[in-house]
T-cell receptor
């Protein structure tokens, strides 16, 4: 069965400092990996995704993530955080539906709550 | 990307009543939509896969007779919570698939009294 682990429930970072959010996954085949951000009471916004190719992927808002197959990890990074980055971040894994009809439902990690200190 | 809307954004109902939540794909014809549930301060859990013109596929542990899904067109899927109880109170989020990427609606917060 597939699973996603986000080991950090909360992370506090000073504004302007760098950020790394950890994500480890378990998946039986080549995974599709995603990072989503959720602000309070809001839906999820896609930050970036990895399907294949270059293992360092760039996303919106200055975020990037690196896929490391040997470590089953897909950590999210940002060189300098802004106060507006405070939110809940979810890592998710998915794949091709067994029926072959496109993408499968996603399995999410429990999320990391990012707090930005002034 | 893709734009997904949900209606209503929040609903309060009495225990024992049924509530219908709509999920619309505004700029893309979606043959597949997903329904997730998110309890407070927890992650999203996939409930079911909604396929246009066919029966939905439910995840293990999700009661199909309680959570009725209808995907009658390529732009609309509905989730009906039948005979709702307080434990059904949650944040329900739908998503559509465009290629390999899922795009999520803003969610519907259900409170059952």
């Amino acid at each position: 069965a597939q699973s996603v682990t986000q080991p950090d429930i909360h992370i506090t970072v000073s504004e302007g400092a760098s950020l790394e959010l950890r994500c480890n996954y378990s998946y039986g085949a080549t995974p599709y990996l995603f990072w989503y951000v959720q602000s309070p009471g809001q839906g999820l916004q896609l930050l970036l995704k990895y399907f294949s190719g270059d293992t360092l992927v760039q996303g919106i808002k200055g975020f990037e993530a690196e896929f490391k197959r040997s470590q089953s990890s897909f950590n999210l990074r940002k060189p300098s955080v802004h106060w507006s980055d405070a939110a809940e971040y979810f890592c998710a894994v998915g794949g091709v539906a067994e029926s072959g009809g496109g993408a499968d439902g996603l399995t999410f990690g429990k999320g990391t709550h990012l707090i930005i200190q002034p | 990307g893709a734009v997904v809307s949900q209606h209503p954004s929040r609903v309060i109902c009495k225990s024992g009543t049924s509530v219908k939540i709509e999920c619309r794909s505004l700029d893309f014809q979606a043959t597949t939509m997903f329904w997730y549930r998110q309890f407070p301060k927890q992650s999203l859990m996939l409930m079911a896969t909604s396929n246009e013109g066919s029966k939905a596929t439910y995840e293990q542990g999700v009661e199909k007779d309680k959570f009725l899904i209808n995907h009658a067109s390529l732009t609309l899927s509905t989730l009906t919570v039948t005979s709702a109880h307080p434990e059904d109170s949650s944040f329900y989020i739908c998503s559509i698939t465009r290629g390999e990427t899922q795009y999520f609606g803003p969610g519907t917060r259900l409170l059952v009294l």
